[in-house]
């Protein structure tokens, strides 16, 4: 994304970070309006922004290997927008799952988890767009604990939900290995959250 006669590499990973959000929004309303029949509707829709985001992350990444002097360390660049993208793979990943694994209903605790991922991707989006005022920003630190606060409460989220699975009696091994995967995705996302954070701090701490 250009700005000026410059490309932006800030604005661009702003976009990447908005269709993670986006995504998570897609996911969340698929939970809370159930209906198998509509999945493949869906998963089309999640896969065309992760396709696209994957578009933007080609651009970016060209951009930057011809670029003389870019506006924060280059490997810092290319590793903030791989972490991006992982977080929006994973959601595709998830709702491809629900497909897979012929999930017919939909769980309290998986729409719990759900919305516990729309919060986290929400203030990691939050922090994105803060990240280009890092010197001056009032609120980027405000966002990077909360995505480890959230990612932290899934963590204890995940733990407890597996616990209750496995001291499930009428819980069939079938319906325990596909939640199992399902949870464990949702977990793996909110990690790809912190790490993106992560990132974030790192780029701090390198240019304050």
């Not at 991707?121 to 966002?143: G, V, Y």
């Amino acid at each position: 994304m250009a700005k000026g006669n410059r490309y932006d590499y800030f604005s661009t990973m702003e976009e990447m970070s908005s269709i993670s959000f986006q995504s998570s929004l897609i996911l969340q309303k698929i939970a809370k309006e159930f209906d198998f029949a509509k999945i493949q509707e869906y998963m089309s829709e999640i896969h065309e922004l992760e396709h696209k985001e994957d578009n933007i992350k080609h651009e970016l990444t060209e951009h930057l290997m011809k670029e003389f002097l870019p506006p924060i360390e280059r490997e810092d660049i290319r590793e903030l927008s791989a972490r991006l993208d992982d977080v929006t793979d994973g959601l595709d990943e998830l709702l491809h799952q629900f497909y897979i694994m012929d999930i017919e209903h939909m769980t309290d605790d998986c729409i719990e988890f759900i919305d516990l991922l729309v919060k986290c991707c929400r203030h990691m989006d939050l922090a994105i767009k803060e990240l280009r005022n890092f010197r001056k920003s009032d609120t980027l630190k405000a966002h990077i604990i909360q995505v480890n606060n959230v990612e932290s409460i899934g963590d204890t989220l995940y733990t407890n939900i597996l616990h209750k699975m496995y001291t499930t009696p009428d819980l069939s091994a079938v319906d325990l290995i596909k939640w199992n995967k399902i949870f464990e995705i949702a977990e793996n996302i909110c990690d790809a959250c912190e790490n993106v954070a992560e990132c974030i701090e790192t780029i701090i701490m390198k240019n304050i």
